[in-house]
């Protein structure tokens, strides 16, 4: 009787990873197969130990009838949700954005002292909007006239706190070019904490809210210059890729770039009028 028991209380039996894929899939649009099965209880642990349950199947039999359920989903999502991410990730993304997308934005619309908008669409820990604010601020600094908003959304409470506060440790930072890490960070006052914040003047241009990309419509403005969202689509079913890539398109103004990852290359053959620039770089 102990080891069926114990065996309860560590692994999901089929129907309980089946009810929590399910809702997943539903919710966030994130597939679960059996082979993220270990790594999903592995995740569900601390949780399940923080509420007093005695195992994973019970947490997920009490799971629907919370009385806070939503507030539930929003910890469940927290722990199955992948936030891989750095800063300068795929870093020709930002030397396309620097020498040709901006430039062409610019001269498009004619806008001396435009007031460029960019987002950040899965921003995870906020690695990538703070690149997209180093670079913009290092152009402006360079002669180029705008100015600049940044936008990142995450399905993720628990990333989208991290990337408010802006603090990262050292380590993270290597991809970030020296001259950007003494003109953008600030050293902890604190000597044993080998940590680092982002400037205020670059986190006073960027904002981050809790939005969930299988929305049937998103809280963001329809002028947007440019839209990054990166190693996020892999995620998804097809016809989910294509419904997400049709709303976010339709918040970019003509003229717009959707920057995906080197995974989703092909995302373009399902948005009719969706121009590949580069093959992971899309105009509309």
């Avoid at 949780?47 to 359920?69: K, M, P, Q, T, W």
């Avoid at 949700?81 to 993304?93: A, I, L, V, Y």
Wanted: hydrophobic residues 40%; charged residues 25%; contains cysteine.
């Amino acid at each position: 009787m102990m080891p069926a028991m114990q065996d309860s209380a560590v692994h999901l039996s089929d129907r309980h990873f089946r009810t929590i894929a399910e809702l997943i899939e539903g919710k966030v649009g994130i597939k679960l197969p059996q082979g993220k099965r270990l790594m999903l209880e592995g995740r569900l642990h601390k949780r399940v130990r923080a509420l007093n349950f005695s195992g994973l199947n019970e947490y997920v039999d009490n799971l629907f009838g919370a009385e806070h359920f939503d507030t539930e989903l929003t910890h469940l999502i927290d722990v199955v949700t992948t936030n891989k991410t750095d800063f300068f990730r795929e870093p020709q993304h930002f030397t396309f954005m620097r020498d040709v997308a901006i430039p062409a934005l610019l001269k498009l619309h004619g806008r001396r002292n435009a007031n460029l908008k960019i987002w950040s669409s899965a921003s995870s820990t906020g690695m990538e909007a703070y690149t997209t604010a180093m670079v913009l601020d290092d152009m402006t600094r360079n002669g180029s006239r705008f100015q600049y908003r940044i936008l990142g959304t995450d399905i993720s409470t628990a990333v989208l706190r991290l990337a408010k506060t802006a603090i990262y440790t050292r380590d993270v930072l290597a991809p970030v070019p020296e001259h950007f890490v003494k003109r953008y960070f600030l050293s902890s006052r604190d000597k044993s904490r080998d940590e680092m914040r982002v400037v205020p003047e670059l986190r006073r241009m960027t904002h981050f809210m809790r939005m969930n990309l299988m929305d049937a419509s998103y809280p963001v403005d329809r002028d947007v210059d440019i839209i990054f969202c990166r190693n996020v689509l892999i995620y998804f079913e097809r016809e989910t890729q294509r419904k997400v890539i049709e709303q976010l398109c339709s918040h970019l103004r003509p003229g717009g770039y959707l920057l995906v990852g080197h995974s989703e290359s092909m995302i373009h053959s399902a948005v009719p009028g969706l121009k590949q620039v580069q093959p992971t770089i899309f105009k509309v």
